[in-house]
């Protein structure tokens, strides 16, 4: 998985808590990515990083948060959880991507699968 | 708005036979298309890269085809094995510097 853990693997939750989701890569790559994944709906982009502190929404923001303090580390939290929330999670990273020169072929972790309820 | 569909219903393919799967969208005109592959339980793996400008694409029994006019891309896998057997997914980026955004992806089934 190209030098991408994520943590924890699996999470079970009850609706209305703090959840956090940990990326961590090892390939020093500038792009980091989160996504969700749901049946019928494929791939999802939340919210992606262009760099450490740079950060901006994708097409599924709502109701999360992202941070990324050091290059290799990538959070996704979600404030307050709900149960349109349970879904599997992926991060990805890239060398190249939006507003940069390359093109975006992405490496994915192996996914966090998250039930609220 | 902008949609990429594929295939939602699995494909299920004799072993040694051509495996061909369609990524077709619309409102959108992509200046690369990839192609991924994804098993149960694991993060897509990326397989193929496209440009617009290519028509065709190939990589050991892989093989992908773009068409900008009919808006749509074509993956063969040639002399399927069991071992072909995953989700497949397709992603378009506008241009470079932009992000991908994937379809639903096909699921193959190669029997023995």
């Known amino acids: 998985d190209a030098g991408i853990t994520q943590s924890p693997r699996h999470k079970v939750t009850e609706t209305g808590t703090p959840v956090t989701l940990r990326c961590h890569q090892t390939?020093?790559?500038?792009?980091m990515y989160w996504y969700r994944q749901d049946p019928g709906h494929g791939l999802r982009l939340i919210h992606y990083?262009?760099?450490?502190?740079?950060?901006d929404k994708g097409e599924v923001s709502d109701g999360y948060s992202v941070s990324r303090s050091k290059t290799e580390d990538f959070l996704l939290t979600l404030e307050s959880a709900t149960s349109s929330q349970t879904s599997v999670y992926f991060c990805?990273?890239?060398?190249?991507?939006?507003?940069?020169?390359?093109?975006?072929?992405?490496?994915f972790g192996p996914g966090t699968r998250l039930t609220v309820l | 708005s902008q949609k990429i569909e594929q295939n939602s219903e699995a494909l299920n393919i004799q072993e040694g036979k051509t495996a061909t799967l369609t990524c077709n969208y619309t409102?959108?005109?992509?200046?690369?298309l990839q192609w991924y592959r994804q098993d149960p339980g694991r993060g897509p793996v990326f397989l193929l890269l496209?440009?617009?400008?290519?028509k065709e694409k190939r990589k050991e029994r892989l093989k992908v085809t773009f068409d900008t006019t009919l808006k749509q891309s074509l993956f063969h896998i040639t002399a399927s094995q069991p071992a072909d057997s995953a989700t497949y997914l397709c992603?378009?980026?506008?241009?470079?510097?932009?992000?991908?955004?994937f379809g639903g992806g096909t699921r193959v089934l190669v029997k023995p």
């Open positions: 990805a990273i890239s060398e190249s991507g939006a507003g940069g020169q390359g093109v975006d072929t992405q490496y």
């Open positions: 390939e020093n790559h500038r792009y």
């Open positions: 990083s262009y760099g450490v502190k740079d950060t």
């Open positions: 409102n959108y005109s992509p200046a690369y």
């Open positions: 496209i440009r617009e400008n290519e």
């Open positions: 992603a378009l980026s506008k241009a470079a510097g932009n992000k991908l955004t």
